[in-house]
């Protein structure tokens, strides 16, 4: 029996090392032998990806309902992708998913970006298999490289965020796993991996969807 990939996301505040453990994690499955994708939100390269880019880096401005779109939209965009990837039985490793997308924006609390109605564009998405959310405290994360560049690096919107960012667990149909990522980096790795092992030769249930 084919068995499909799974799909594994890596979730977190900004800076909270989801990109570093990524590229790690995607050295480790391939060492042991597996096909592994990495995909990254928002994929900046794509056209609604450019308009994200020029919006995060405050080049641009838009309305927060249209950005919220956009967000699912570029999520939209590599749906068909991600599944693909699967069927073929390969691994996707996704740093940053629909989690990420309901979170900043419940953050920025304006009516009527509600729970329900940020929710709502991403439903029916492909459902991550397992879902590794990088736990860190807005403080930790502010101390590491490069944070305060973008609109979204500020501390109460970090805070919110954090708030907010378990809301979307409920509704997937994968394992949704608190990883502590304060600790250094090897130590992140070993436990994201004591989850990642066991899905690496693949399932035999079909994608879920989100919610
Ligand atoms: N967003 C995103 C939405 O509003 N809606 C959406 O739908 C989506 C998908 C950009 C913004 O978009 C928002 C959220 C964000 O505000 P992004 O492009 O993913 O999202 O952001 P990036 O700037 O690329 O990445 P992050 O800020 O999220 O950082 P990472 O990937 O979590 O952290 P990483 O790995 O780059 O590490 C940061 C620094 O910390 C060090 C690293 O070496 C690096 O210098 N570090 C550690 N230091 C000590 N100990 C550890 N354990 C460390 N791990 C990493
Ligand atoms: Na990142």
Redesign the pocket.
């Known amino acids: 029996m084919s068995h499909r990939g799974a799909f594994i996301v890596?979730e977190?505040?900004?800076?909270?090392?989801?990109?570093?453990?990524?590229?790690t994690i995607q050295k480790r499955i391939q060492e042991a032998g597996k096909e592994v994708v990495c995909i990254?939100?928002?994929d900046?390269s794509t056209s609604i990806g450019k308009m994200?880019d020029s919006y995060?880096r405050s080049q641009s401005n838009l309305d927060d309902h249209v950005?919220?779109l956009l967000?699912?939209a570029?999520?939209w965009e590599l749906a068909s992708t991600i599944l693909a990837h699967l069927k073929q039985g390969k691994v996707v490793l996704c740093?940053?998913?629909?989690f990420?997308?309901?979170?900043?924006?419940v953050a920025k609390n304006l009516p009527p970006i509600n729970l329900a109605w940020a929710r709502a564009p991403d439903a029916s998405l492909p459902s991550p298999d397992l879902t590794l959310f990088?736990d860190i405290s807005p403080e930790a994360?502010q101390s590491?490289?490069?944070?305060g560049?973008?609109?979204?690096?500020k501390e109460g919107?970090q805070r919110r965020?954090q708030e907010r960012i378990s809301d979307g667990k409920g509704g997937g149909k994968g394992t949704w796993i608190i990883v502590d990522?304060?600790?250094?980096?090897s130590?992140?790795t070993e436990e994201m991996w004591v989850h990642i092992r066991p899905l690496l030769d693949g399932l035999d249930t079909p994608v879920g969807r989100l919610w």
């Open positions: 890596i977190g505040l900004d800076r909270s090392g989801k990109t570093t453990q990524t590229e990254k939100f928002p900046r994200i995060l950005v919220h967000f699912s570029n999520r740093d940053r998913y629909a990420s997308g309901i979170a900043f924006s990088l994360a590491r490289g490069g944070y560049e973008e609109r979204y690096e919107m965020s990522a304060g600790r250094d980096m130590a992140v």
